[in-house]
């Protein structure tokens, strides 16, 4: 059986005007969502930046508070601006240069300011048992202080 269609009859579709529309409210959803979608990558993207900014000074900080325990004497070479650390065995050396890398360490690290000190006085160079740093990443500083911690038998030599 077949059904005639009649010149009154009409086939119930949506209408051009409501299919534009329809598109047009698909195409501005999809626009928005690739805006948020491309906005979430470049904050996931600075954060993730700023993790790995942070980390490199904690390895930096880290490096520095090792050396100073394990080797009984640090000493600041003004000639070439380095940090020596040395025992009778062995001798470790970070380059202190403004706008240098650490040497030890391959990342780049902009020391903005630095301060020596020994026996709590701020000292220019030789002799050194504490260091406070500026380190200055893009507009960022991060401070960093670290400092030999002295043995009951040091403290009793030095008087303190």
Known sequence: MTKNIGKHSKLKAFTLHEMLVVLLLTAIITGMAFAVLQFTQKQFYAIQTNQEI???????EEQLWIDFQKYPNARFDSAIESIVFYSVLDSVQHSLKRNDSISTDPLYLNIKNNTLYW?????????IDAVALQIQVNKQVFPIFVYKRLSAKAQLENGI
């Open 119 to 127: 026996k709590g006085e701020a000292v220019t160079g030789g002799q």
């Open 54 to 60: 942070k980390t490199k000074v904690q390895q930096l």
